[in-house]
């Protein structure tokens, strides 16, 4: 549907990651990554 719409979006896997896993290292980090990342290309 984002993509029809033309709204940007990324996807970002996490393999062998538990379900609430960016709570957790290691995936805690590179979650806050991925999310800053995005915000900044979001509204620069």
């Known amino acids: 549907m984002l993509r029809k ?9 996490f393999e062998k990651s538990p379900h609430p896993f960016w709570l957790f290292q290691p995936w805690f980090d590179e979650t806050i990554k991925y999310t800053a990342d995005f915000l900044n290309q979001t509204f620069k």
């Open 5 to 13: 719409y033309n709204i940007y979006y990324e996807v970002h896997t």
